[in-house]
């Protein structure tokens, strides 16, 4: 009987891992490809501000979306306040991108026509929703140790994103957790 019990045990282990493997890699793919497309958005939303002669900062706009993924979190089964961190680091990223790109500007004006605000905004929250979603579902195949996080940031590649935007938004993922 014991011998049964530890195969039956090891062949559970063994199946764990091979099914927790794709949804962890499918869960860090979709993470990583909407990090780096929330950031390339932000040269519209720079672009967008600048033509508009818009401040960088938006403190109200900043609460609203604050709210906005904090409720979306709980949607998604993960505990908001463990959210809050990361969205933090997320919009400090988005500003920090914005101002590198109004700094390239002032040498080297881009004329490029940019879409209505509006319209990049919503598809920043499907961004975040993505975001969210693949959070949780990392967090069910195994969470964000040392590997995983390190294997992000060396797919976030999206322009003006520092290694310290990378290291504060990496940081802030690892302290995340589902909801009880």
């Not at 919009?91 to 004329?111: E, T, V």
């Not at 999206?158 to 310290?164: F, Q, V």
Request: glycine fraction near 4%; aromatic fraction near 6%; hydrophobic fraction near 40%.
């Amino acid at each position: 009987m014991t011998h049964f019990t530890t195969i039956l045990f090891s062949s559970l282990f063994v199946c764990c891992n091979v099914f927790a493997g794709p949804v962890s890699s499918v869960a860090l793919g979709t993470l990583s490809t909407a990090l780096n497309e929330r950031m390339q958005v932000m040269k519209e939303v720079a672009g967008y501000k600048a033509q508009h002669h818009l401040p960088i900062e938006d403190l109200p706009r900043e609460q609203q979306v604050m709210q906005s993924m904090l409720k979306n979190a709980e949607q998604a089964g993960l505990e908001p306040h463990s959210v809050e961190p990361f969205v933090h680091a997320l919009m400090n990223a988005s500003k920090a991108i914005q101002y590198r790109y109004r700094a390239d500007w002032l040498s080297a004006p881009d004329s490029a026509a940019v879409r209505d605000l509006a319209d990049t905004r919503q598809q920043i929250q499907r961004l975040d929703s993505q975001l969210l979603n693949a959070i949780g579902q990392q967090l069910l195949a195994g969470g964000f140790p040392h590997a995983e996080r390190a294997w992000l940031a060396s797919k976030l590649t999206a322009a003006n994103l520092s290694e310290g935007d990378k290291n504060s938004l990496l940081t802030s993922l690892a302290s995340i957790r589902r909801s009880q």
